[in-house]
């Protein structure tokens, strides 16, 4: 596999994540080459076709949520931005944008990798202020993404919080984590570690439309009965539901038959949230694949982010039917374990609302 350099260029000042993490933000981009700060490397290859990495070295890579984000965690760690599992409904396209990319395409196409992201947070877990909070990991872009394969963060970052003493949470879509199995299990009896499946629908033709990088959710059922096996929990959250394209009693009693199958610890599920940013792609998806749905969702979503509350109190109403039907009585099995996750997540969940997670990605 062949990575060819490209040529450095000057730096700017930082830009927040979506959830309030700090990055360089770039200039304006000159004959095709980005000018990050801390760029080490903008690399491609066929077997990522389309698809630009650029490799910078970080200096901070722990970050404290901002106080009032409506986000059920306050500490979390992001290896990479931007997603080549290239979900069209994922709310954290916006903060692409930051960086002076697009939420569209090169959210898609154009990931930022924080190469020397394990040793950075191993200093920093180290310092006598740090207070050995719980981490969130995928709150904004999935930390298994196919480009994990290549650059392996996730070992070392794992490491660093069992070794520390700090609890974690891990939220994804990719069958990569199988391979963190055994280092996963060594962990847990570390701290506590809490494992969650972003997987919202069985319908294999239209997640290979809608979330085209992707593993299948066939493989990711499987991924959740190997966790299982494993002796690891596995939660799931199963978000989003879209109208008329996942929300029909056939669709979720799917979801939830194939959930109660693969083992899955618990199940929470919520709305689609369609964010600026994420609005846009969507609406130009449904425009291409179905057209027959553009009205209906305009007059579902009107000018808000969230679906009207007459259709969010319709979907618990289901979700909530089936979780019964299939023994999930309990919480998602995926805890963030703290106030806000059991206030202001717990809350948005009954209400059938999406919370900002990852991947909402994949998860809000």
């Known amino acids: 596999m062949r990575w060819d350099a490209q040529a450095l260029s000057p730096t700017r000042e930082p830009a927040p994540d979506a959830d309030g993490s700090i990055v360089p933000r770039p200039a304006p981009a000159m004959d095709a080459l980005l000018p990050l700060a801390g760029l080490v490397r903008s690399v491609s290859t066929p077997e990522f ?3 630009t990495f650029h490799e910078v070295t970080a200096k901070s890579v722990l970050n404290k949520v901002p106080t009032g984000s409506n986000m059920p965690f306050e500490w979390t760690v992001n290896p990479y931005r931007g997603c080549s ?3 069209v409904y994922c709310f954290a396209r916006k903060s692409h944008t930051y960086l002076e990319f697009d939420a569209g395409r090169d959210f898609d196409s154009q990931v930022v990798v924080k190469i020397n992201a394990a040793e950075v947070l191993r200093k920093e877990l180290a310092k006598p202020s740090w207070g050995h909070h ?4 995928g709150t904004n872009t999935d930390p298994y993404q196919r480009a994990e394969g290549r650059y392996a963060l996730m070992p070392g970052i794992i490491r660093a919080l069992a070794d520390s003493g700090t609890p974690f949470s891990i939220l994804t879509k990719g069958t990569l984590l199988a391979r963190d199995i055994p280092l996963l299990k060594h962990a847990a009896t570390q701290v506590p570690v809490d494992l969650g499946i972003s997987l919202a629908m069985t319908n294999e033709d239209l997640a290979a439309l809608i979330e085209p990088g992707t593993p299948s959710p066939r493989a990711r059922l499987k991924l959740i009965a190997r966790l299982r096996d494993a002796g690891l929990g596995c939660g799931v959250m199963a978000m989003p539901i879209l109208p ?12 939830f038959a194939g ?7 618990g199940v929470s599920a919520g709305a689609l949230y369609l964010k600026p940013g994420t609005r846009e792609w969507y609406m130009d998806w449904i425009a291409a694949q179905h057209p027959g749905l553009v009205g209906k969702y305009r007059r579902l979503y009107g000018n808000g982010w969230y679906a009207s509350k007459e259709y969010r109190t319709w979907l618990t109403g289901r979700i909530t039917h089936f979780k019964a039907k299939y023994g999930f009585t309990g919480s998602s ?15 948005a969940q009954t209400a059938g609302i999406a919370v900002p997670l990852p991947g909402q990605q994949t998860l809000f």
């Open 134 to 137: 719980q981490v969130a990991l």
């Open 259 to 265: 959930l109660a199958q693969a083992g899955a610890t």
């Open 333 to 347: 099995g995926f805890s963030h374990r703290n106030a806000r996750h059991s206030s202001a997540a717990t809350d």
């Open 244 to 255: 008329w394209l996942t929300d029909s009693d056939e669709a979720l009693d799917s979801l």
């Open 85 to 87: 599992h290239a979900c």
């Open 49 to 51: 076709s389309g698809v």
